[in-house]
């Protein structure tokens, strides 16, 4: 029987928010035995680009990054936002420690090859991106890992990659060393039959559920490549996998995805 491993993903919705921030930190902090925390941030770095004069492209849900976008992301997701975490992190008593794909070459990507757009610096996980070696060492010293969207080629460059799937690629990658389960955590219950009903959190979806909830339109936008990622990571054989709101990780109101 393997030991646990729990990943944590945050996204822009609870991170952009510094006192809701604040609170998850504290409500990750109290989860007993292993973890791993992955953030996104791209609300907030829309929001800096539009600051700055630019407007955010965004395009089935990954962002056009080009290399002034680049530039911009890098500064927020992997300086202001993971440093901030690992700070509210420490001030929880939790010995965290920040990291891009680029540190410890914890994470290699492929630049997203152009076929009918051109996403510029995105980057693509392979099967191997993931250093196991270096996780399982951070892992077993005690210290809790904290990624954020940013990875490298191996060549020197940066690439920015969407903070689901990293979580995702990171759960499938520890799988076999580890019974991990890998917990979604944004502003909502779960996933909701009505999204603009917060009590019709759905308790369990199958493989089957999700396509026929994707074909009626119950389940859109953000939530279809999360949950894209979410049921790759059950089929590669991730133990569990929950959606759930941010502050209420420590309860029992969630989605949970079942094989079938
Ligand atoms: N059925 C659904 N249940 C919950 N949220 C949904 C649903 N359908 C669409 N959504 C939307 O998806 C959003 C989550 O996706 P996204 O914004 O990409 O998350 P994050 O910022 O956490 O990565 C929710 O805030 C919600 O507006
Ligand atoms: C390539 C790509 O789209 N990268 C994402 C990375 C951040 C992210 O995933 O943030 P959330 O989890 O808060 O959505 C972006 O720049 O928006």
Do not use: W
């Amino acid at each position: 029987m393997s030991e646990g491993l729990k990943i944590f993903k945050i996204g822009g919705g609870i991170i952009d928010d510094d006192a809701q921030l604040q609170r998850f930190l504290r409500e990750l902090a109290r989860v007993p035995g292993r973890k791993v925390l992955v953030h996104g941030g791209g609300k907030g770095a829309s929001q800096m680009l539009r600051d700055l004069g630019q407007e955010p492209q965004m395009v089935q849900g990954r962002r056009i990054t080009d290399a002034a976008t680049l530039d911009i992301v890098t500064m927020f997701y992997a300086g202001k936002t993971n440093k901030q975490v690992v700070a509210g992190l420490q001030a929880a008593g939790v010995n965290a420690l920040g990291l891009s794909g680029a540190d410890g070459n914890a994470i290699r990507a492929v630049r997203r090859p152009v076929r009918d757009i051109d996403y510029g610096f995105v980057g693509d996980l392979p099967a191997d991106a993931v250093n196991v070696t270096l996780l399982r060492q951070l892992l077993e010293t005690g210290l809790l890992p904290v990624f954020c969207a940013i990875t490298h080629d191996g060549a020197g460059q940066l690439l920015n990659t969407n903070a689901d799937t990293i979580a995702s690629v990171l759960a499938c990658a520890l799988a076999p060393h580890y019974a991990v389960e890998l917990h979604y955590c944004f502003e909502k219950d779960g996933v909701l039959r009505d999204v603009d009903d917060d009590a019709s959190v759905i308790p369990q979806i199958t493989v089957v559920e999700y396509r026929q909830l994707k074909a009626e339109g119950v389940i859109a936008a953000g939530m279809v490549p999360k949950l894209d990622n979410a049921f790759a990571a059950l089929e590669a054989g991730v133990e569990r996998v929950v959606i759930e709101h941010a502050l209420r990780i420590n309860e029992s109101v969630k989605t949970v995805l079942c094989r079938s």
